[in-house]
């Protein structure tokens, strides 16, 4: 078992932002009020990163009990480009109800490493050049700028490359205004689409929290 007090940088990079990886109690989400937001996309983070932040007991199931599909064309994420800031205000409530219920300060380094990967994902996966100087803009407003995700000791980031995306993103969205569209599109193409192995991110962080048994299974299954 454990909780945000055993993992207070990584705990919300110990598992994906969505729910059908997990299992809640009902009477742990009625008691602490847990709801999904009304967005288009994105809505269950609020919900998965709330819980993941307010369980009192979290422990795993060393099984394979999911197949995630990509690619699909029907689901809330491949349409996510009509409404493409939903993440945002996902994000952004996730920060005001962790202050509001008196625990962002334990869990102040976790959010932020989940806030990155967020702003670092769809900064990534930006269809447009469009969703791209819309995910820019809305970087320089007070509501992001509140979220404090940058400008901290090195050593609290774990996902380095998300936090070279983001940081170059808020460079260009400050010098945005001052840009031609030719120079904002050059900007768009040479986004770096480095993909990180995922094993590879959930080896060394299964690494650090996990036992060695479990880590010496998980090592030979995936050789």
């Not at 400050?174 to 599109?185: A, C, Y």
Request: with cysteine; hydrophobic share 45%; net charge positive.
């Amino acid at each position: 078992m454990f909780n945000r007090k055993d993992y207070p940088t990584a705990l919300l990079l110990l598992t994906g932002q969505s729910p059908w990886t997990k299992c809640f109690k009902r009477e742990f989400v009625v008691k602490e009020e847990l709801e999904y937001q009304a967005l288009q996309n994105t809505n269950d983070v609020y919900f998965c990163l709330m819980a993941m932040s307010l369980a009192e007991r979290i422990t795993f199931v060393d099984k394979v009990l999911v197949n995630y599909r990509i690619g699909m064309t029907t689901n809330l994420q491949s349409v996510k480009v009509k409404k493409p800031l939903c993440f945002v205000e996902a994000l952004t409530a996730v920060y005001n109800e962790l202050q509001k219920r008196g625990i962002y300060e334990e869990v102040k380094y976790a959010y932020m490493n989940a806030a990155l990967l967020g702003f670092a994902h769809n900064l990534r996966q930006a269809a447009t050049i469009d969703i791209y100087r819309q995910i820019l803009k809305i970087m320089l407003t007070d509501e992001v700028q509140a979220l404090d995700l940058l400008g901290h000791e090195d050593a609290v980031y774990l996902r380095k490359n998300d936090l070279r995306v983001v940081s170059e993103a808020m460079k260009i969205a400050k010098q945005m205004d001052g840009m031609t569209d030719e120079e904002l599109q050059v900007a768009y193409n040479k986004r770096k689409y480095v993909k990180r192995s995922v094993v590879r991110f959930v080896k060394r962080m299964i690494k650090k929290v996990l036992p060695k048994s479990l880590v010496a299974n998980f090592r030979r299954k995936n050789k």
